[in-house]
């Protein structure tokens, strides 16, 4: 029988202020019938203006987090975002090689929206020739392809050629996100078979803090559901969607989204039944 409720885990960064990271991760995953887990691989310093600074985990803290988790639970999905250090990213590509961790959604963060760096060049290389040779898929935004490759994109044939190079590292599929490119947010698929493009309406809005995050945690939660992988991008970009149009606008600079729209204990029921 399937899990109802099958375990997703993030292995992530802490964005105390809510709107990116393993917050947004573990709102995804609640979103989509995943019981949630997570794993801090750096503690940030940040609110919707920039990020101010960063308190790297070490390798060995985790793992520690990470091993006890899957010692106890048969985890379904898994998604990495922000892995500061090449140690960092070496310890993890170990644990996806050594133990029973599915294949990853791998999210490329490099930079944050805000224009702060999230991790070093070494550990760009590292993420490149360690960790996507593992990927299920890689989800690259347009600056992170353009780091990853070295190419400067700018229409979707670029994309596309982006996209291929990425592949020739190693992971199963790559899905550019074009959101920074047109009128429409178009993003390309490429699994080694085919090129799908998802198109989606472009949303004009400062809500754009945690996209990338919510979009990937999205996907490695249809994959715990066993859905496929052009199904898991199809309901995640939805979802993301969705997410940007129930963004709270609170904050200074670009606002979170909000994948945690749908979640309300009876909270609306209750509201309205009582005496004004
Ligand atoms: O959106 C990329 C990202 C990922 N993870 C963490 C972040 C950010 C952007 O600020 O803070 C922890």
């Not at 066993?226 to 969705?242: C, I, N, Y």
Request: aromatic content about 4%.
């Amino acid at each position: 029988m399937k899990d109802e409720l099958p375990v997703a885990l993030t292995i992530a960064g802490l964005d105390p202020s809510g709107g990116a990271g393993i917050i947004a991760d573990i709102k995804t995953f609640t979103a989509f019938s995943c019981f949630a887990t997570a794993a801090v691989t750096s503690l940030t310093f940040q609110n919707t203006t920039g990020v101010l600074g960063a308190a790297h985990q070490t390798p060995e803290t985790v793992r520690d987090q990470i091993l006890p988790v899957i010692e106890d639970f048969r985890v379904a999905g898994v998604k990495t975002g922000m892995l500061p250090t090449r140690e960092v990213i070496a310890e993890v590509a170990r644990l996806f090689r050594e133990t029973s961790l599915p294949a990853p959604v791998v999210d490329p963060v490099v930079r944050s929206t805000s224009g702060y760096d999230l991790i070093d060049e070494e550990a760009l290389e590292a993420l490149k020739i360690e960790l996507l040779p593992l990927a299920q898929v890689v989800t690259p935004n347009i600056p992170e392809a353009e780091r990853i490759t070295g190419l400067r994109i700018t229409d979707e044939e670029e994309m596309r050629r982006a996209a291929r190079i990425i592949r020739e590292l190693g992971p199963r599929a790559v899905l550019i996100k074009g959101g920074h490119l047109t009128d429409e947010a178009r993003d390309l698929l490429d699994d080694g078979k085919q090129v799908r493009v998802y198109s989606a309406p472009r949303i004009e809005t400062r809500a754009t803090h945690g996209t990338g995050c919510t979009l990937s945690a999205a996907i490695a939660a249809c994959l715990a559901h066993g859905l496929s992988l052009h199904e898991a991008v199809t309901r995640a970009k939805d979802f993301v969607t969705e997410a940007i149009r129930h963004a709270p606008l609170i904050g200074h600079g670009f606002h979170p989204v909000n994948p945690a729209y749908s979640i309300r204990y009876r909270w609306d029921e209750m509201n309205e039944s009582e005496p004004q």
